[in-house]
């Protein structure tokens, strides 16, 4: 059954010919758009739906997320936002929290946040493990996320657990862990940061993975300057995430190579972290994803529409960069940028209808939930 929705008073569609349309209609056919343009032009389809002038976008899509969790941190939020320093470690208070929980609880949370994600407009989502870091929670996390969202990724080096020395923790991440993990994500991680994991660690990690056939990310470049860029790009990853503490070097790396810089205002806003320099970025010419980096310690928040608000009101984004970035930068973030985060004949449908008439809405009208209408995979969903 197809469907046409029309009466779009502004159509972005991350196409470079189709561009930004306005007076625009789409046409869906099951899972994928099949059309794009003036409403004027429009085929006939099976049903339609009148937006009355509303605007329309790619839904967002969230390549960084942590929903595998259990607990709560709220009081290690209080006493930063009281002046204490956010710091890796905070990380094992949920790895003990999450390996209590059971599996039906661990669901319950992913699907909760994937919900609530949804509900703003989030059509693609990308989660970690990472809050388990030994083989058996690893794998149940990897298996449990794999079923309700839409990529996972393997961030066994997330921190190194207590009990564990630096060295030999890798040695298991790289040897028994990822050989149970693998078959169920499409992603390696690591976070190499002071307190995590050093450079030459996180090369062995990310080299390992690629062994088994994962694509590659990493966590740079967040609590101060470091190797996290240069690795990423050296490894061709798909994405280099946080991007805080660049260096001009970093951001020419970033420029010259397919990686992608996901910023994460929310963490850095929550972090008490500076925000990135997305300016210097975009002038340089490299891509740049927005991402909400969903955690319970750094970042908790599902809300894609906050990060574009803060990207532009803080980060000096146009609206235009900023929702590119959580769209069409995100499914670049995940390697998919001709299916998801643009909307063409062909793209999936993944839909985001504002309740204002243009993009401009989202940073005019800050902390608003303008979402009034969400069709995923062409399921409505909103
Ligand atoms: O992306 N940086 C590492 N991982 C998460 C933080 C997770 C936590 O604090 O629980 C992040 O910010």
């Not at 989660?127 to 690893?138: A, I, M, Q, R, S």
């Not at 298996?143 to 190194?160: P, Q, W, Y």
């Not at 839909?351 to 995979?377: F, M």
Request: proline share 4%; aromatic share 6%.
């Amino acid at each position: 059954m197809s469907l046409l929705l029309t009466g779009i008073g502004e159509l972005t569609t991350n196409d470079d010919e189709l561009g930004t349309v306005t007076d625009a209609a789409l046409v869906i056919d099951g899972a994928s758009v099949v059309w794009a343009g003036p409403a004027a032009s429009a085929p006939p389809a099976d049903s339609a739906v009148d937006l009355e002038g509303r605007a329309v976008l790619p839904g967002w899509v969230d390549s960084h997320t942590h929903l595998v969790f259990a607990g709560d941190r709220t009081t290690e939020f209080a006493a930063r936002m009281a002046g204490q320093p956010y710091r890796a470690g905070g990380i094992a208070v949920t790895v003990g929290a999450t390996r209590a929980a059971s599996d039906d609880e661990l669901t319950a949370v992913v699907r909760r946040h994937v919900a609530e994600a949804v509900s703003q407009g989030t059509t693609y989502i990308e989660t970690k493990t990472g809050y388990g870091l030994d083989v058996p929670n690893e794998l149940r996390s990897a298996v449990l996320a794999s079923a309700e969202v839409d990529e996972v990724t393997f961030l066994g080096a997330h921190l190194v657990p207590q009990g564990w020395d630096a060295d030999s923790y890798v040695d298991l991440v790289c040897g028994d862990m990822l050989d149970a993990v693998a078959p169920h994500v499409r992603w390696i991680d690591v976070f190499c940061e002071t307190g995590a994991f050093d450079g030459q660690q996180s090369r062995a990690v990310l080299t390992a993975g690629a062994k088994h056939g994962l694509g590659l990310r990493v966590h740079g470049n967040q609590l101060d300057y470091g190797p996290g860029v240069r690795i990423a790009v050296e490894l061709n990853a798909a994405s280099v995430d946080h991007c805080t503490y660049l260096t001009k070097s970093d951001i020419d790396d970033l420029a010259s190579s397919e990686t992608v810089a996901t910023l994460l205002p929310a963490c850095d806003l929550s972090t008490r972290q500076p925000l990135p320099d997305a300016q210097s970025l975009l002038n340089a010419g490299a891509t740049v994803a927005l991402a909400s980096n969903c955690n319970p310690g750094s970042s908790y928040t599902t809300s894609m529409a906050f990060c574009v608000a803060t990207a532009v009101l803080q980060m000096r984004m146009s609206v235009s960069e900023a929702v590119r970035a959580a769209t069409w930068g995100g499914a670049r973030a995940l390697r998919r940028e001709n299916e998801i985060g643009i909307l063409r004949p062909g793209s999936r449908a993944d839909i985001h209808v504002l309740d204002a008439p243009s993009i401009t809405h989202l940073a005019y009208r800050p902390g608003v939930p303008l979402t009034y209408a969400v069709w995923r995979k062409g399921e409505r969903a909103r």
